[in-house]
């Protein structure tokens, strides 16, 4: 996670980022899948934070020599609701991800599988607060978030950030 000269953060859970898509589906036909494959399909994904586009946007100038705008959007639909970005790549041929626990059943089902990636994608999920005097409450609070959610260690690498 990028760092805030007045935020500390704790990390404290890592996820694959998991991408789906429906059988047959023609991202399946270059997979592996580096990050400039995927943005020739359709993609939906939960919110990303300016840092993912960026990051995005670098990894792709770095496969293909061509650059992206920093900003850019790697997803066409932005969505947290997994059940219709689920049935988005049923129904309309999306490529879809995630927490790998969002599509657990369909892939089951066989109604979606997992794309191959070159590189895996990790979110980290943080906890944070101001850098600053605090209260016996928050620091309650954030000693029980250390005890009881934190994961360790974070290994490190450019997607893991």
């Known amino acids: 996670t990028t760092t805030f000269d007045d935020l500390e953060l704790m990390p404290l859970r890592r996820h694959k980022m998991q991408l789906v898509a429906a059988p047959g589906h023609p991202v399946f036909l270059s997979s592996p899948c ?16 300016k840092y993912w586009r960026r990051t995005f946007a670098t990894q792709i100038h770095l496969e293909t020599g061509q650059k992206a705008a920093p900003e850019s959007r790697f997803q066409q639909v932005t969505c947290d609701d997994f059940m219709l970005l689920v049935a988005l790549a049923e129904a309309h041929q999306f490529v879809i991800g995630g927490c790998p626990e969002h599509f657990a059943d369909s892939l089951e089902t066989g109604k979606l599988c997992e794309v191959p990636l070159k590189q895996p994608i990790y979110w980290n999920m943080c906890a944070a607060r101001l850098d600053m005097p605090s209260s016996s409450a928050i620091d309650a609070c954030w000693g029980w978030l250390a005890a009881n959610w934190r994961q360790t260690p974070l290994n490190r690498d450019i997607t893991s950030t």
């Open 34 to 49: 580096s990050l400039a494959d995927l943005v020739k399909h359709k993609v939906a994904l939960p919110f990303l934070h």
